[in-house]
């Protein structure tokens, strides 16, 4: 049986969540690069949800520590370029074709 947990135990949970870095939402307005990024983004999670492997199995895949690996699936793209993203991207995906509409 699963038991409520005590004060002590919800203090220290509550400290683990205010230290928690979380994946970062779109603007309520993005830009068109904003945009696409979020979607090249999107892309790496829906291949991990699709092929079962964990952070570090796509981190090896790619080529790229697990650190790395984590920003992108949580959506912290400021040290990636687009053209990176892409790069990378195309190494779980060879077959990426790229449009502008």
Do not use: W
């Not at 699963?2 to 135990?9: A, L, M, V, Y």
């Not at 080529?63 to 690996?69: F, L, N, P, Q, Y």
């Amino acid at each position: 049986m699963s038991r409520f947990p005590n004060i002590k135990e919800l203090k220290a949970m509550g400290i683990d969540l205010d230290n928690a870095e979380g994946s970062l939402a779109l603007p309520a307005k993005p830009t068109p690069l904003e945009l696409f990024r979020f979607q090249i983004q999107q892309k790496f999670v829906i291949y991990k949800i699709e092929q079962n492997c964990s952070q570090k199995e796509m981190a090896e895949m790619i080529g790229i520590d697990e650190a790395k690996m984590s920003k992108i699936l949580r959506h912290r793209l400021d040290e990636f370029s687009t053209d990176r993203l892409i790069t990378l991207y195309q190494k779980i995906n060879p077959d990426l074709k790229l449009s502008v509409g």
